[in-house]
């Protein structure tokens, strides 16, 4: 269990993400004209301070990916601001889009593909640093030394290359990656859920040691709820490219307030036999975000849905502290 202050929404905010739009254009016929958009992320809005965890969970294809792409530019956003330190990142351009870079890195699901099978891991450590012209050569190999070390490698395994490594080392070496340039700002895109379990907790402790020790701050995107509830320190739910409910760690697995919240929770396994959680089962299939449903995307699903939910879309409302809910009959699982 994290035992990590729960944070408020940030007044004074690292990242803040505002209106968060992106559409991708699907392309058919001869002349690739555009005949439909894929509402990947529609209208998301959040913010993370420093030192803080975000934790950004839902259903596969849900937008959670891009959204942490887009935020750092590596798929530009159709609209939307953010805001990076008071920066606002998507009107950067040229050398300065380059140096916020560096304080904002990638660590990606699948490590073997982000490296380079030609290339010793070293290299690839030492890359960032040379794009970035930090330090002497000697100074560069220096710091992918120490580096490795704050990941629980050896200064010899800068000399292999990726494929004689495991997953959790592999992925060991995304996050040292991100360390050598001494980002401020990870987004972490599902980096366990390709490990066993055992290897889960192993990278997961190592990112929580290197953010107490560095004061690092992480969107920490999974769909994996046991995995976001030991890292987090607040909680956002999407669904169908939107943001659904946001509130503190503890508030939402205390008491989710949102129908599709409450039915993720109620997968959860319990790892007391005696005990058995109630399970919710929702009916039908996610709907496609090429054309997502009217009103609140969620009403074709729901177990609660009335005749207005398929009409009106519902806003995201704050039910109780630093509580942020976006469904017309929420209150009533306040307790």
Known sequence: MNNSINFPTPIN????????????????????????????VDNVSFSVSAGETLGLVG??????????????????????SVSYNGKDVLKLRGNELKHIRRDMQLIFQDPYSSLDPRVPIGESIIEGLIIHKIGSPKERNEIMIETLKKVGLEYYHARRYPHEFSGGQRQRIGIARALALKAKFIVCDEPVSALDVSIQSQVLNILKELQKEFNLTYLFIAHNLSVVEHISDRV????????????????????????????????????????????????????????????????????????????????????????????????QFLK
């Open 13 to 40: 905010p690292l990242i803040d993400v505002k209106n968060l739009v992106k559409y991708f254009p699907v392309k058919t016929g001869l002349f690739q004209r555009t005949s439909a958009w894929v509402q990947a």
């Open 59 to 80: 259903e596969s294809g849900c937008g959670k990916t891009t959204v942490g792409r887009s935020i750092l530019r590596l798929i530009e956003p159709t609209s939307g």
């Open 236 to 331: 956002a739910v999407m669904y169908l490219g939107k943001i659904v409910e946001i509130t503190s760690r503890a508030d939402l697995y205390q008491m989710p307030l949102h129908p599709y919240t409450i039915a993720l929770m109620s997968a959860i396994p319990i790892a007391d036999p005696h005990l058995k959680r109630e399970r919710i089962l929702l009916k039908g299939d996610v709907p496609s975000p090429l054309n997502p449903p009217k009103g609140c995307r969620f009403h074709p699903r729901c177990p609660i849905a009335k005749d207005n939910c398929s009409v009106e879309e519902p806003v995201l409302r704050e039910l109780s502290s630093d509580h942020q809910v976006s469904c017309h009959y929420a209150e």
